[in-house]
């Protein structure tokens, strides 16, 4: 196939000054036409030649041709106007649209060279705070230098890595990298002293109020940057915690720092919600979610009360792809895995190892699984772990009912034709999940007692008081609280609640439509 390397096409661009036309000469071999023109706004491309409206003249009276051709040969021989052909065979050649195939491997460093774009920026361009240098590995460093580039760009950033790798310090750099800025922090109560001696060893101006506290956050003064710290006891957006937090961010319009090991747990909308605490659901994000979008095609793409790149827009999605994309915008995460794989290795041994800024080396260590057998005497009544798998202890945990995880069992199939689709919908996942969630209640339960007696009873307490609310749900006529009833409300680890928490005393009573910062749907 002919091309332009071949000669039969030359281009010229006009520099003389700025041109805004577009006219198309064809000559041909015919006495009563020897040549047309169409003027119009065209462009040759797929949407300028069958998707918009465009308007275009055709020109045949022979005056009106010349006069065309004229006007273009004076500008193609005008000495502003400079040959590019051979500049554009180069810029072919080397795109993706040259006659060579791009070997994949070239594609794939293209496309993680694109899509590290901001991350390199911002380690190229922010500074960090020269106190920092001696305290921080360079993957934290990394870490503050990026986050401080999306908190300019995005309003926003979730620092996700997993336990253990230094978020708080890196927040706190972060917070010293805009030093101009006041920084209020949001924590659970037992991290509040470690906050403030963070504050105080770094000389970070933080102001630090536990989330049990947020009842305070109204008439808190203007504070321009915020961190909240263990952002998904944040997840249930009609709790009253998260509408006072967001609140107080949305009125000072302050950038958000938000910290996370765990920022996604039972569904994508758990990080829709942190990301609401900053981003306006409505607000254009340069991003929508593809994957939906090709299967929704122009029916969601167009629906008025929904724009695609917003997002609203994604928490329609439950395509992996499309919130991989959207996180890309707003999510630092690294995991241990990560960080041996780039971290230093130790050429007698191979052990991989971080390196201070010292020059102390420290070592990941092996991980290597081993049985431990010891002697189990079920004869021997003071033999604890014979006790604890005796009959006497199992059976009870084995044996319980535990309706509330089994609603699905007590299905009124009368009523079964009285159902909107949404409630038939509800049943059905009620009816696949019981046996599933009573299984991990039991499992559970005895990992508690496993633990200690003590988390045991405590857990026991929590289960009996969450039965109490179900039991005043049903005496009451009251919808019941069903959404998020599942074995992680076992472990306070989880849900992270603070004991003496004022405003979880004020919601003990009852809510219809959900307990406490666990949100749900209503049966």
């Not at 993680?112 to 361009?125: C, F, K, N, P, V």
């Not at 009573?438 to 499992?443: I, K, S």
Request: glycine share 6%; with cysteine.
């Amino acid at each position: 196939m002919p091309s332009v390397k071949d000669g039969l096409l030359s281009v010229k661009l006009f520099t003389g000054y700025p041109l805004h036309a577009k006219l198309y000469l064809a000559f041909r071999d015919d006495a009563d036409s020897p040549a047309i023109g169409y003027v119009g706004s065209s462009n040759l491309t797929m949407t300028g030649l069958l998707r918009q409206g465009e308007l275009n003249v055709d020109v045949l009276d022979h005056d009106a041709t010349a006069k065309l051709a004229s006007w273009f040969q004076e500008r193609w021989d005008d000495q502003f106007s400079i040959d590019i052909t051979q500049d554009l065979i180069a810029v072919i050649e080397a795109s993706w649209a040259r006659e060579q195939p791009v070997p994949p491997y070239h594609i794939y460093l293209k496309m993680a060279y694109t899509l590290s774009q901001e991350a390199r920026t911002g380690i190229a361009e922010e500074v960090l705070p020269e106190r920092f240098e001696k305290d921080l590995f360079p993957f934290q460093k990394d870490a503050v230098k990026i986050a401080a580039r999306r908190l300019k760009e995005h309003g926003g950033v979730l620092i996700g890595d997993v336990v253990g790798l230094g978020k708080t310090i890196t927040a706190t750099a972060v917070a010293s990298v805009f030093h101009h800025l006041q920084t209020l922090v949001i924590c659970p109560k037992n991290l509040e002293s470690m906050w403030n001696d963070y504050a105080h060893a770094y000389d970070v101006n933080m102001k630090v109020i536990p989330i049990t506290q947020a009842g305070q956050l109204a008439g808190e003064r203007h504070y321009p940057l915020v961190i909240v710290d263990e952002s998904h006891n944040l997840r249930n957006r009609e709790g009253q915690r998260y509408a006072l937090v967001k609140d107080y961010i949305a009125q000072h319009e302050s950038r958000v720092i938000l910290l996370s090991a765990t920022p996604y747990n039972k569904t994508y909308l758990d990080l829709a919600s942190q990301l609401r605490l900053f981003v306006d659901p409505e607000k254009d994000i340069g991003i929508a979610p593809e994957m939906l979008i090709r299967e929704k095609g122009p029916l969601f793409q167009n629906q008025k009360e929904c724009r695609p790149r917003t997002l609203r827009a994604f928490e329609y999605s439950e395509y992996a792809d499309d919130w991989r994309e959207l996180m890309g915008c707003y999510l630092i995460r690294r995991t241990r895995s990560f960080i041996k794989a780039s971290a230093h290795t130790e050429p007698e041994s191979g052990r991989r190892y971080l390196l201070f800024p010292d020059g102390r080396r420290s070592f990941f260590p092996a991980r290597t699984p081993c049985t431990l057998q010891f002697p189990v005497d079920p004869a021997d009544p003071t033999d604890r772990y014979a006790r604890l798998y005796s009959d006497e202890v199992v059976k009870p945990i084995a044996g319980l009912a535990l309706p509330r995880y089994g609603l699905g069992g007590y299905e009124n199939k009368a009523t079964a034709s009285e159902r909107t689709p949404t409630e038939q919908e509800q049943m059905e996942n009620l009816s696949r999940a019981g046996k599933r969630l009573m299984g991990f209640c039991r499992t559970g339960l005895f990992k508690r007692l496993e633990s200690s007696g003590n988390v045991f009873i405590l857990s026991l307490e929590r289960h009996i008081l969450r039965n109490c609310v179900f039991l005043h749900a049903l005496q009451n006529n009251l919808p019941l609280p069903i959404g998020s009833q599942d074995v992680d409300m076992l472990d306070s680890r989880i849900t992270d609640e603070d004991e003496d928490d004022p405003l979880n005393r004020a919601q003990a009573a009852p809510l219809a439509g959900g307990f406490p910062e666990t949100g749900g749907d209503c049966l």
